[in-house]
């Protein structure tokens, strides 16, 4: 297999070899740029950094359920439908009889 690899690496017209050189391009302008944005002193310093964001935005993100349950909670503490409310009414002092 490994035969197989140096193969290809060394066919620079193999589709893998040419789909390879796209991505290390593409992932070496990222990593610069998050290199020259954190002012990070390495490539590898970098990409540490930019995981350790990924990983700590990750687990502060809520889940749908829990957005939800939050939700739920603050249309609790509001109460109960008012039955005698007319929006209709309510809408018409709004727009100012218009």
Excluded: C, W
Aim: no cysteine; charged share 30%.
């Amino acid at each position: 297999m490994s035969g197989h690899i140096a193969e290809v690496a060394l066919d620079v017209t193999h589709p893998m070899a040419v789909l390879y050189k796209y991505v290390r391009t593409h992932i070496d302008r990222l990593v610069l740029e998050v290199q020259r944005l954190t002012k990070a002193p390495s490539k590898v310093e970098a990409v540490r950094r930019a995981l350790t964001h990924e990983i700590e935005r990750a687990r502060s993100v809520q889940s749908v359920s829990e957005r939800l349950a939050e939700a739920v909670r603050m249309a609790g503490e509001i109460g109960a439908d008012n039955p005698d409310f007319d929006m209709k009414a309510y809408s018409d002092e709004l727009s100012g009889g218009l």
